[in-house]
């Protein structure tokens, strides 16, 4: 419940995540569940996107992009 509630927080998706795994891996991965989420656990933390692009990256675009 408690990643459900900050899955859209990067860090507190991280804290989260950690004790998720460590308690399935604790008692561990009875159900075929269980076992998907550990194999999936790298997509539990939120990852944050970042674009970087010089002064020029979108002169491309003319009147018939969309430039905002």
């Given at each position: 419940?408690?990643?459900?509630?900050?899955?859209n927080?990067?860090?507190?998706?991280?804290?989260?995540?950690?004790?998720?795994?460590?308690?399935?891996?604790?008692?561990g991965?009875t159900?075929?569940?269980?076992k998907?989420?550990l194999?999936?656990?790298?997509?539990?933390?939120?990852r944050?996107h970042?674009?970087?692009?010089?002064?020029?990256?979108a002169?491309?675009?003319?009147?018939?992009?969309v430039?905002?």
């Amino acid at each position: 419940e408690q990643w459900i509630e900050f899955a859209n927080l990067g860090a507190a998706t991280r804290q989260r995540s950690e004790r998720l795994v460590a308690a399935i891996e604790a008692e561990g991965a009875t159900t075929p569940e269980l076992k998907e989420i550990l194999e999936k656990k790298q997509f539990l933390i939120k990852r944050s996107h970042w674009i970087f692009g010089g002064d020029g990256w979108a002169y491309d675009i003319g009147f018939g992009g969309v430039d905002h």
